[in-house]
């Protein structure tokens, strides 16, 4: 592993970059991406964003979105530009796993790999990594690398500004999490001093839902939540039916479990959604409980104690009959 300063020199001179981040991505994995891609081509560089999925419409209108190329629908002009990178920034993952098929090709480059994330465990497929699971969101990460690791704030522009605030806000669960510490605040002022426009940015991503997304929430609270009150948790279960019946597309579920956060008393909340694939869980904690070791443990994911997730190949009832059942495990940490 070689020192993350050093990139100072490397990035000296103009470079073939490719920053790539998790599949579905989110607000920091799209925030982070773009952020550093504007501030990589105000340096000179040549730099395009592969992302291994689509992802939601409340994410695409962040400055320079157009540039972003979805591996699923351009396969070969990604793999060639991946094969071709003289470096690969890694965003928000630590996993090649992480990022589906696109995976292999990022393996197998050649370039120089930089992985800059905040979640558990790293893989070790990297060459330089900005890596701290105390950040709160990656796009912290990037502001401090900007700033910090390569002493160059003078590129936080408007548009850097407004991805990286983008971020922060979406991972942060909007400036709340128990990561949002005042350190986070000076950042986020800063990013308002260099052109981010916090009210606007709120406004684009929470309030730019469709009818359908809200009449579905409206299902899921009304006809499809469990509340267990001996254990102090609740579960939202969605299925294919559901899905197909509210034309839910990219991103309309997310944010719907911490519905079943917010009740009061509630510990541990999960999403169930019967995805055409396979059954994908979401699950959001408060305190010390560790959603992410119920996701590893049982449903070959992972990710944050209080933000975690995964998926199984079970049919959906099976799954909602094994969370059930997981519940008397855990219950002494969940009813404390
Ligand atoms: P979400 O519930 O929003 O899909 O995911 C919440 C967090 O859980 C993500 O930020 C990520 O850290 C983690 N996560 C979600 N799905 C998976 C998965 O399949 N595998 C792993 N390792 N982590 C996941
Ligand atoms: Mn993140």
Not at 211 to 216: M, V
């Amino acid at each position: 592993m070689s020192e993350i300063a050093s990139l100072k020199e490397l990035l000296a001179q103009p470079k073939q970059i490719v920053i790539t981040t998790h599949h579905k991505p989110d607000g920091d994995a799209m925030g982070s991406s773009l952020g550093l891609y504007n501030y990589l081509v105000q340096k000179g560089h040549h730099v395009r964003v592969i992302t291994p999925t689509d992802y939601p419409t409340f994410l695409q209108w962040l400055p320079n979105n157009p540039e972003v190329l979805i591996y699923t629908d351009k396969k070969t002009e990604s793999e060639s530009l991946v094969a071709n990178a003289e470096l690969i920034f890694c965003l928000d993952f630590n996993a090649l796993s992480r990022i589906n098929e696109l995976g292999k090709y990022v393996g197998e480059s050649k370039a120089l790999k930089v992985m800059i994330d905040h979640h558990l465990e790293p893989e070790g497929f990297d060459d330089y990594r900005h890596w701290t699971i105390n950040a709160c969101a990656t796009a912290q990460l990037v502001y401090d690398f900007i700033v910090n690791i390569m002493d160059e704030r003078h590129f936080i522009n408007k548009d850097v500004a407004t991805c990286l605030y983008t971020g922060i806000m979406t991972d942060s669960g909007s400036f709340r999490f128990p990561t949002t510490t005042a350190e986070v605040h000076h950042i986020v002022a800063d990013l308002i001093n260099c052109g981010a426009e916090n009210s606007r940015i709120h406004q684009l991503v929470y309030d730019n839902f469709s009818e359908s997304r809200l009449r579905f929430l409206g299902h899921c609270l009304i006809n499809r939540l469990e509340v267990f009150t001996e254990y102090n948790s609740a579960l939202i279960t969605v299925t294919k039916d559901d899905l197909q019946k509210f034309q839910i597309t990219t991103g309309d579920t997310e944010g719907i479990v911490n519905y079943a956060l917010s009740i009061n008393g509630i510990r541990l909340a999960a999403l169930v959604i019967e995805r055409p694939d396979r059954v994908k869980l979401s699950l959001r904690s408060t305190g010390d409980f560790p959603a992410n070791e119920i996701c590893k443990k049982y449903f070959n994911g992972g990710g944050h104690r209080n933000a975690a997730g995964g998926f199984s190949d079970k049919k959906i009832e099976a799954v909602v009959e094994e969370i059930k059942s997981i519940l008397p495990e855990y219950k002494t940490l969940l009813i404390q």
